[in-house]
């Protein structure tokens, strides 16, 4: 079945950066749109940013020009860049891959921005 692991998680002070990746195995992925998403504590699971298998990409508006996402589809890859990272960011971040076969989940990495 298709697994995902989530790496790149931390702790970083406010304005640092970190870069999370996600990858997908069990299957073929060049269809899939893959995506970060986030959860902080009380709060409902949000959208970060999302590519789809041709590579357009889609943010929250909020994190748009801070955070980058990529993929690497040869290596069943999606990367999350994180800059001028906040104390808002804190969450638990995961990854999703989906398309009309699943839509899958990671098990999260935690990224907490210190002030």
């Known amino acids: 079945q298709v697994q995902l692991v989530e790496s790149g998680g931390g702790l970083v002070q406010a304005g640092g950066s970190l870069r999370l990746a996600c990858v997908a195995s069990?299957?073929?992925?060049?269809?899939?749109?893959m995506g970060w998403y986030r959860q902080a504590p009380g709060k409902s699971r949000e959208l970060v940013a999302a590519i789809s298998s041709r590579g357009v990409t889609n943010y929250a508006d909020s994190r748009e020009g801070r955070f980058t996402i990529s993929r690497d589809n040869a290596k069943n890859t999606v990367y999350l860049q994180m800059n001028s990272l906040k104390p808002e960011d804190t969450a638990v971040y995961y990854c999703?891959?989906?398309?009309?076969?699943?839509?899958?989940w990671g098990q999260g990495t935690q990224v907490t921005v210190s002030s």
């Open positions: 999703n891959v989906r398309d009309y076969r699943f839509d899958v």
């Open positions: 069990g299957s073929t992925f060049s269809i899939s749109t």
